[in-house]
């Protein structure tokens, strides 16, 4: 018995990375989902995929510089399927550029970043919990970070960004738990994307796993086994969750990366 079936999805930013994990893995549990993206060739090629595989994917527009399509984008999936039953809000964005320490970080640059992840979220779920409801109810699943939780050394936008996802997804789970709408949030840590790799050399990367107890980067299919529970029935009782996908970073003494450097292990 497939996990999803019969179920309505729109997971953005979908073509690549997390995204596209959690789009693929939907489809194989028997979801049909739209791949909610800023280039339509793109996504329309992975629908192809979803489809030899036996999936069913279909595509509509979201790109983060146009905000009518956050809205726009469950309205569609409202005009051609009458319902939507999960929604995967995947995107995020910064800017190691710009995006760097509280004194160094220039206010537009700033708002600009807070502005595209949280109005991505909150738009779409003003437009998705409605829908939701008229049909009995859905699971909406929010893609934060664990860097909503733990400060960091520069990605202060990106960061507050994440930790307010964090506080509205406990806020719709609160306001429409009784119109049947469930909202959790996955964190992931590092996890191995061509958009991470790009933003970290090997030496950090070799240092930083020293503080991850599990020893090892992410995958994406780590945060795709995530979403898919929470979209499934199998947490028909779970709301207004946080869940860390990142190996155990940021549970142990700060000493940790210190003490695993030595050569010692427990």
């Known amino acids: ?10 997971v953005t930013s979908s073509t690549r990375g997390i995204g596209r994990a959690c789009a693929e893995t939907l489809a194989h549990e028997g979801a049909k989902v739209y791949l909610a993206v800023r280039r339509p060739e793109a996504g329309h090629a992975l629908a192809r995929e979803i489809a030899e595989r036996g999936g069913d994917a279909d595509v509509v ?34 800017d190691v550029r710009r995006d ?87 964190l992931p840590g590092y996890t191995q994307t061509d958009a991470a790799a790009g933003n970290m050399s090997p030496e950090f990367l ?6 991850v107890p599990l020893g090892r980067a992410g995958q994406v299919q780590d945060i795709a086994d995530a979403v898919l529970y929470f979209a499934s029935d199998h947490s028909a009782y779970v709301t207004g969750q946080l869940l860390p996908v990142a190996g155990g970073f940021g549970l142990p003494t700060p000493l940790y990366g210190m003490y695993m450097s030595s050569g010692k292990r427990g």
């Open 61 to 94: 527009l979201f790109d983060a510089d146009k905000p009518e399509t956050f809205s726009g984008m469950i309205d569609e999936v409202a005009s051609r399927e009458g319902r939507l039953d999960i929604l995967v809000n995947n995107f995020g964005t910064t």
């Open 206 to 211: 070799s240092a930083f796993l020293l503080n």
């Open 100 to 186: 760097l320490d509280v004194v160094g970080t220039k206010w537009d640059d700033f708002s600009d970043i807070l502005s595209k992840n949280i109005r991505s979220v909150f738009e779409s779920v003003q437009r998705a919990v409605p829908l939701m409801a008229k049909n009995g109810g859905g699971s909406i699943i929010n893609i934060s970070s664990i860097g909503g939780l733990e400060p960091d050394m520069q990605r202060t936008a990106y960061g507050v960004s994440k930790a307010a996802i964090n506080f509205l997804t406990r806020d719709i789970a609160v306001q429409y738990a009784r119109r049947g709408v469930r909202c959790n949030a996955v």
């Open 1 to 10: 018995m497939k996990l999803v079936s019969d179920k309505i999805a729109l």
